[in-house]
């Protein structure tokens, strides 16, 4: 019996310069988390095996820099991407009133073939700062905003305590899946 060939998913985290999209990736694919704010620069990735409905799938996520200096790396990243992940920090209005601007950019730069459909994700991440007490940005708020794109899954995580986490890239893998194209067997 002929093996077939692992389908490679790529998933693309973009959000504002500190809000945690290292540090999701980190818990997700390590189990590790670091108090140490390292600015990424360019672009990083990790991979994770996933099995789904009896189908082995690697997962390459890829982690961008927040910083607008390094925004114009992004379309060699951004191509061929098969799910989005938008991270705003749930203690910081900016970062979610950019949200748009991430998506808007992500839509130009990557061009997906159908962008009404294209698989986005959005992770409010923080939710254990200072026991929910800095909270900024409702989960009512986010999730209007969510519904208003056509219905985006939304998760509230703490890449820190890890909550939420694995659940938001099961969510973000089905997705990714959902927009690869079906492989002959």
């Not at 890829?62 to 379309?75: K, M, N, P």
């Amino acid at each position: 019996m002929a093996s077939r060939r692992r389908m490679l998913l790529k998933v693309i985290i973009l959000g504002d310069s500190g809000v945690g999209k290292t540090s999701l990736m980190n818990q997700y694919v390590n189990r590790k988390f670091s108090n140490q704010y390292k600015a990424t620069i360019g672009a990083d990735f990790l991979t994770k095996e996933v099995q789904f409905e009896d189908r082995l799938f690697t997962l390459q996520i890829w982690d961008t820099a927040g910083q607008e200096r390094f925004q114009s790396l992004g379309v060699a990243f951004y191509r061929g991407a098969d799910c989005c992940v938008l991270v705003y920090d749930v203690n910081v209005a900016k970062s979610f009133d950019n949200l748009n601007n991430w998506r808007e950019e992500f839509l130009i730069q990557a061009s997906p073939s159908d962008p009404e459909n294209f698989p986005f994700v959005v992770l409010g991440n923080k939710v254990d700062v200072d026991g929910g007490n800095s909270r900024v940005v409702s989960e009512k708020k986010a999730k209007a905003w969510c519904a208003s794109k056509g219905n985006i899954p939304y998760f509230e995580t703490s890449a820190k305590e890890g909550f939420n986490v694995e659940a938001a890239f099961q969510c973000i893998a089905k997705n990714a899946l959902k927009n690869e194209p079906e492989e002959e067997m």
